[in-house]
């Protein structure tokens, strides 16, 4: 008796100390940078302008959905290749709605806990780009 006591009591402490998009979603997306042509080189700006992540499509990166306590992350991607007109796309962070899941699961701890950790938002998982030929 005393151990499903205590078990029910874990329980429920883990629930309230946890949020609920950060049990659901996640702080951290694989998203794939694809493109036509293929064989384009990419480069990922973060909002500070610092290059995270570069390399020639179809390929695969981590990025992180959050920026800071209840900050989005913001992505520049910038794709260029010979013959080809270079080109410019976004990837923002939009919220995730497991985070308002709080309000019934995770109490006001899991309010603070997701923006803390980035999980209150999320990312597309896909970022596509056609070039323009040059004229």
Known sequence: MLDK?????????????????????????????????????FRILDSEGQIIASGKTPAVVNLKSGNGFF???????????????????????????????????????GLLIDPATGAMWKIDKNVYVELLPNE
């Open 5 to 41: 006591i205590i078990v029910t009591l874990s329980l429920v402490t883990l629930l309230f100390l946890t949020g609920c998009a950060s049990i659901v979603s996640k702080s951290e997306y694989p998203v794939t940078v694809s493109s036509k042509p293929s064989e384009v080189m």
């Open 71 to 109: 900050i989005s992350a913001k992505y520049v991607v910038k794709f260029e290749k010979e013959g080809y007109q270079p080109a410019v796309t976004n990837v923002n962070g939009k919220i995730d709605g497991w985070y308002f899941g709080n309000l019934i699961f995770g109490g006001p701890i």
